[in-house]
T-cell receptor, first 114, second 108 residues
Framework: DAMVIQNPRYQVTQFGKPVTLSCSQT?????MYWYQQKSSQAPKLLFH???????NEADTPDNFQSRRPNTSFCFLDIRSPGLGDAAMYLC?????????????FGPGTRLLVL | KNQVEQSPQSLIILEGKNCTLQ??????????LRWYKQDTGRGPVSLTI?????NTKSNGRYTATLDADTKQSSLHITASQLSDSASYIC???????FGKGNQVVVIP
């Protein structure tokens, strides 16, 4: 059974047109993460939520925003996608932020910007 | 400079053979190093989690080692299978510092 679900799996948007990526989890985990992974690159953490507390990485562009309306759902909003934002976006969860906590990843949403 | 460097970048091995992937890191101190397997087009899946004090951790045919003195970790795959074809990512958990991955292709 899928535990971390991302929709859609593939998203095509136009340059400058806002887009929202969705992540949901059935694990009731406290922490949810959003990563950006470009081709042949390591995943790059954009931000994460610990419960309702939002933690933004220092180098995450303002163009990227996130919302977590409840425990199960977390959204990634890209306000004005540029060509350089084309990437795989990975959502992950962990029960807590402890040292031995396992991080569970969703299948990712691949974003294409035309 | 990336805090986590992995080598080789890519590797082709015959089914049934063993292989070893390397991870060198500069993050220090740290408490937790992980290896993930990422199939093409999928999210990463955790293979091993090692604390600073552990030297080795196994998960089936996957064995990870850690040498905190030399700041190196390795992932050994025994008797490779076609399903092992994937990218293997080393992560220093405390900093969420990801390596770029070792791309492994297993051929029959």
């Amino acid at each position: 059974d899928a535990m971390v679900i991302q929709n859609p799996r593939y998203q095509v948007t136009q340059f400058g047109k806002p887009v929202t990526l969705s992540c949901s989890q059935t694990l009731n985990h406290n922490v949810m993460y959003w990563y950006q992974q470009k081709s042949s690159q390591a995943p790059k953490l954009l931000f994460h939520y610990y419960d309702k507390d939002f933690n933004n990485e220092a180098d995450t562009p303002d163009n990227f925003q996130s919302r977590r309306p409840n425990t199960s759902f977390c959204f990634l909003d890209i306000r004005s996608p540029g060509l350089g934002d084309a990437a795989m976006y990975l959502c992950a969860t962990s029960r807590d932020q402890g040292l031995q906590e396992t991080q569970y990843f969703g299948p990712g949403t691949r974003l294409l910007v035309l | 400079k990336n805090q986590v460097e992995q080598s080789p970048q890519s590797l082709i091995i015959l089914e049934g053979k063993n292989c070893t992937l390397q991870c060198n890191y500069t993050v220090s101190p740290f408490s937790n190093l992980r290896w993930y397997k990422q199939d093409t087009g999928r999210g990463p899946v955790s293979l091993t989690i090692m604390t600073f004090s552990e030297n080795t951790k196994s998960n089936g045919r996957y064995t990870a080692t850690l040498d905190a003195d030399t700041k190196q970790s390795s992932l050994h795959i025994t008797a490779s299978q076609l399903s092992d074809s994937a990218s293997y990512i080393c992560v220093v958990w405390d900093r969420l510092a990801f390596g770029k991955g070792n791309q492994v292709v297993v051929i029959p």
